[in-house]
């Protein structure tokens, strides 16, 4: 549930935008990824798989300030379903606590995790 101020729920918002970056196409993830807004990012991660199941996808994180297990339970899911179909997932991260926070969980095993567009 939102917090509440003043009488009123505070929303949380997700926004992912798609773009191609050269031979790669990318979505960029912003705001907070949590259980309120995992749909956005599971709908738009599914949508890629469906209409590119042999593509790379990019999907950079570097504008999200929060993201929880379910953010990483459904990129797990989205990798697994473009190796299926014989393509892949790369993630771009640099900030220092989601890398972290990658390598405890063991995300970064199963997934590749980049520092920048650069070394994708």
Same mark, same amino acid.
């Given at each position: ?5 003043? #009488? ?53 994180? !570097? #504008?999200?300030?929060?993201? !929880? ?7 797990? *899911? ?5 190796? !299926? #179909? *014989? #393509? ?33």
């Amino acid at each position: 549930m939102a917090p509440r101020s003043a #009488g009123r729920v505070a929303t949380v918002e997700l926004n992912v935008r798609r773009a191609s970056v050269g031979a790669a196409e990318v979505l960029h993830v912003s705001g907070e990824i949590d259980l309120a807004t995992i749909p956005v990012l599971h709908n738009a991660l599914v949508r890629f798989s469906n209409e590119s199941p042999c593509a790379v996808l990019v999907v950079d994180l !570097d #504008g999200v300030s929060a993201c !929880d297990d379910s953010g990483l339970g459904v990129l797990l *899911g989205a990798a697994g379903r473009l190796r !299926d #179909g *014989g #393509g892949d997932l790369v993630v771009v991260c640099s900030d220092e606590s989601f890398c972290s926070r990658f390598a405890r969980t063991g995300f970064d095993r199963a997934v590749r995790v980049v520092p920048s567009m650069a070394a994708v």
